[in-house]
Nanobody, 125 residues
Framework: QVQLAESGGGSVQAEGSLRLSCAAS????????MAWFRQAPGKEREAVAT???????TYAGSVKGRFAISKDNAENTLYLQMNSLKPEDTAMYYC???????????????????WGQGTQVTVSS
């Protein structure tokens, strides 16, 4: 069972950048999908970006062109580079892993088996 630990969150002004990291305790290639989700107070958890084992990525429309998901298999680490941050990006960000090989990543949080504790991102205007 993999353990996931996020880091890199913080407070930043609008248009700033942050890079989130998610360190996995095991080989991330054992998992079909790795993803970043976020949850703001009073809102549902939503998928921000996913990356399939093949390297195929998907993004939420609200972050496309601003965020980039990547992974370092040698370091068993998932990343989320966030640029041009907006106040509406404020949320708790979670790293997640899905062990089911479907050929693609699903965007619903119920498909993901493993979760980190989250890292807070706060963007001020």
């Amino acid at each position: 069972q993999v353990q996931l630990a996020e880091s890199g969150g913080g407070s930043v002004q609008a248009e700033g950048s942050l890079r989130l990291s998610c360190a996995a305790s095991g080989n991330i290639d054992n998992y079909a999908c790795m993803a970043w989700f976020r949850q703001a107070p009073g809102k549902e958890r939503e998928a921000v970006a996913t990356i399939y084992i093949s390297g195929t990525t998907t993004y939420a429309g609200s972050v496309k062109g601003r965020f980039a998901i990547s992974k370092d298999n040698a370091e068993n680490t998932l990343y989320l580079q966030m640029n041009s941050l907006k106040p509406e990006d404020t949320a708790m960000y979670y790293c997640a892993a899905d062990r089911t090989f479907r050929g693609y990543c699903r965007g619903d949080y119920t498909s993901y088996n493993y979760w980190g504790q989250g890292t807070q991102v706060t963007v001020s205007s």
